[in-house]
C-alpha cells in the first residue's frame, strides 16, 4: 500500500513558476514509476508527465515540455513537478500517481496507476 500526498498548489502570474510535491508514505517508494496528470473543469484528465524508478526515463505531454520537470528523491520518497513559464491554460487539479509495473509508454494512461493522491489546486493568473 502507498498513500501519496501532493502539496504546493496554489496561485501564481502567467510567466512564473511553481513546485508541486508529491510525498508517499512506505518503504518501497523506489519500485514505483511516478506520474502527474491534471484536470480543468469540465476537462478529461489529461497526462502531464512521467518517470521511471529509477529516475533515468522521462515523458512529457507536448504542451508541457521544455516547462515542466519531474525529478524524483528515492531517498526522500518525494516526486516533484517543477513548473515553469506557467500559461493560462495550464490551470488544473493536479494529481500524483504511482505505478508499480509499468512500461514509459503506458505511463501517459491513467488507468496504469495503482495509487492516486489527493490532488493540488494550481492557478494562474494572466
Known amino acids: 500500500q502507498v498513500q501519496l500526498v501532493e502539496s504546493g498548489g496554489g496561485l501564481v502570474q502567467a510567466g512564473g513558476s511553481l513546485r508541486l510535491s508529491c510525498a508517499a508514505s512506505g518503504r518501497t517508494f523506489g519500485r514505483y514509476a511516478m506520474g502527474w496528470f491534471r484536470q480543468a473543469p469540465g476537462k478529461e484528465r489529461e497526462f502531464v508527465t512521467a518517470i521511471n524508478w529509477s529516475g533515468g526515463s522521462t515523458s512529457y505531454a507536448d504542451s508541457v515540455k521544455g516547462r515542466f520537470t519531474i525529478p524524483r528523491d528515492n531517498a526522500k520518497n518525494t516526486v516533484y513537478l517543477q513548473m515553469n513559464i506557467l500559461k493560462p491554460e495550464d490551470p488544473a487539479v493536479y494529481s500524483c500517481?504511482?505505478?508499480?509495473?509499468?512500461?514509459?509508454?503506458?505511463?501517459?494512461?491513467?488507468?496504469?496507476?495503482?495509487?492516486w493522491g489527493q490532488g493540488t489546486q494550481v492557478t494562474v493568473s494572466s
Open positions: 500517481g504511482a505505478a508499480k509495473v509499468a512500461t514509459m509508454m503506458s505511463l501517459s494512461r491513467w488507468h496504469t496507476y495503482d495509487y
